[in-house]
């Protein structure tokens, strides 16, 4: 007997909730083991080389030494909680593996009593200073970042302003003296600089989301296609050439980031390129992605400079055609790509520049969840 519309709907309904809820768990689940992971695989290392250094030296302060650099590693890339963890379990195998008696939790020797105790007070103010530095390096990166975007913005957002205010000023005073292709001309130059003014903003509010973790992905299930002729029509050029290949796979995305993200790119690759020349964007499936290639006639990138040009605020490129740009648009490109899981690059090309992302399909999204 078959399900009727409405159960056909409910039980969908309920496959989704279960698929997200479980997709949630795992995203949460890698979130919580992964730093864990990494002190525990920290640990071990230190424990192996501390055997070779015993069973070649049978020096018990290198041994110590080394069980002390390991938590002073997993202190610095982690929390103090897992360095304490670390220096614990430290403790427990230098006591258990390199005091006497061997493979016991017993100790006899005041030496080795004293020394254990130095090892855990050590690892304890190592920890709690490895913390300190990381939240000063935190601040002073924060302090970085704020300082950039003041510059960038007392810069930046005065051309457009003050391009705006002229241009409106002008037409203001003189408006009776100008003809009506004049005023349409001034009028029309202020909307491009409002545009322009605008998109800077966007940029500037996801560069500071995305530097300080701030965004929360609501990904869906979608076809890309919609989402890459929004991001065209909303560059308003008819130099752009489209080409999308039929029957894509859907990918997990969440619309108005990944729109923002191509529309940088696609805007970049129009400043760029020489009036006459067309930019072609290309939309097809290599293997289990989704790849998108946005390609230009401009004078392309260095090599040198392929990692650099995604950097906040690293704006070198020579060709533009607009003035003022920040630096920002491929840095919040990168982050919103990296955030889907997806990668971009500069693929090399012997006349202008091809940027490539790539975003996994959806069914490779889910396997890799679930697996």
């Known amino acids: 007997m078959k ?5 056909r709907t409910i039980k969908t309904q309920r496959f989704a909730r279960a698929r997200h809820f479980t997709q949630a768990n795992c995203a949460g689940t890698r979130h ?7 002190a525990a695989f920290t640990t071990l290392a230190a424990l192996a080389v501390s055997a070779l250094l015993d069973h070649w030296l049978h020096s018990t302060a290198a041994v110590l030494l080394i069980l002390q650099l390991g938590v002073v590693w997993v202190a ?8 304490f963890a670390a220096a614990v379990c430290s403790a427990l ?8 008696p061997r493979f016991s939790l017993q100790m006899f020797h005041p030496s080795d009593i004293m020394n254990l105790g130095v090892f855990l007070l050590v690892a304890l103010i190592t920890s709690q200073l490895a913390e ?8 002073l990166k924060q302090a970085t ?3 950039n975007i003041l510059l960038s913005v007392s810069h930046d957002l005065r051309t457009p302003l003050s391009t705006i205010i002229g241009t409106l000023s002008t037409l203001q005073a003189y408006r009776s003296k100008l003809a ?3 005023q349409e001309e001034l009028l029309q130059s202020a909307m491009d600089e409002s545009h322009r003014l605008h998109h800077y903003i966007e940029n500037l509010l996801q560069a500071t989301k995305l530097q300080w973790d701030q965004v929360t992905l609501q990904t869906t299930e979608q076809s890309i296609a919609p989402i890459v002729h929004a991001a065209c029509r909303r560059e308003r050029s008819d130099r752009i050439v ?41 939309v097809y499936q290599d293997g289990d992605q989704v790849t998108l290639d946005i390609c230009d006639q401009g004078p392309g990138i260095p090599p040198d400079q392929h990692q650099q040009v995604f950097d906040l605020f690293y704006s070198q490129r020579p060709g533009n055609q607009a003035d003022g740009g920040s630096g920002m648009g491929l840095t919040v490109t990168k982050s919103i790509i990296d955030a889907h899981r997806g990668t971009i690059a500069i693929v090399p090309v012997d006349q202008g520049c091809t940027i490539r992302i790539q975003l996994p399909c959806y069914e490779e999204l889910c396997h890799e969840d679930l697996s």
């Open 32 to 38: 919580f083991t992964k730093p864990w992971l990494f």
């Open 242 to 282: 489209l080409h999308i290949i039929p029957d894509l796979p859907r990918v997990h995305v969440q619309a108005s980031l990944l729109e923002q993200a191509l529309f940088n790119v696609i805007d970049n690759a129009v400043a760029y390129s020489p009036a006459q020349e067309k930019v072609r964007v290309e």
């Open 180 to 182: 009506e292709p004049q």
């Open 93 to 100: 195998s230098f006591n258990f593996f390199f005091t006497a």
């Open 3 to 7: 399900a009727s519309a409405p159960q």
């Open 132 to 139: 300190h530095y990381r939240r000063q390096q935190q601040a």
């Open 145 to 147: 970042l704020r300082s």
């Open 76 to 83: 610095l890339h982690g929390d103090r909680f897992r360095a």
